[in-house]
């Protein structure tokens, strides 16, 4: 923070979310005083943060061609993923909205804060090889922080 950064964007990586408290604790701490972008494991940490409960999937999303919906803008994406949680949809606090929903499961796939200047993706918009539908995300976080 000694930096004065307008936003801040959190990489995916490997994990169980619930392993990682201090990370959920952190960006409590960071909502509101920043822009926060979120990928894969940090979209699930992001959701705690917000007071979502995540789940394990019966049989992770890995590889690309999974269609999800972009409701901001209507439209269907075809993503790459590598995840085995997912949040919890029951769990969501009226101030989270459900940005992105898998088209084959239902499982949400982003969400943002009503409240916060703050979203977070779960698929993988920077994975390489992969559909390049997603790509626009980056341009959303960077349009937010005026750049």
């Not at 990370?23 to 943060?49: D, M, N, P, T, Y």
């Not at 269907?76 to 084959?104: M, R």
């Not at 779960?122 to 980056?138: G, K, L, M, T």
Request: charged share 15%; with cysteine.
């Amino acid at each position: 923070m000694g930096m004065n950064p307008q936003g801040i964007s959190l990489s995916n990586g490997p994990g169980d979310p619930d392993s990682v408290n201090e990370a959920v604790e952190a960006v409590r701490k960071l909502l509101g005083k920043l822009l926060i972008f979120g990928i894969c494991l940090w979209h699930q940490i992001f959701s705690l943060a917000l007071g979502c409960q995540i789940y394990q999937l019966a049989c992770g999303h890995h590889g690309g061609n999974h269609p999800i919906i972009d409701y901001s803008a209507n439209k269907i994406e075809i993503t790459s993923h590598n995840h085995g949680f997912s949040v919890d949809e029951k769990s969501l606090p009226k101030n989270v909205s459900v940005t992105h929903l898998n088209l084959h499961d239902k499982t949400i796939e982003g969400i943002e804060s009503l409240i916060h200047p703050a979203f977070s993706v779960q698929y993988q918009p920077e994975a390489e090889p992969r559909p390049r539908d997603a790509s626009y995300i980056f341009g959303r976080f960077l349009e937010v922080l005026n750049c």
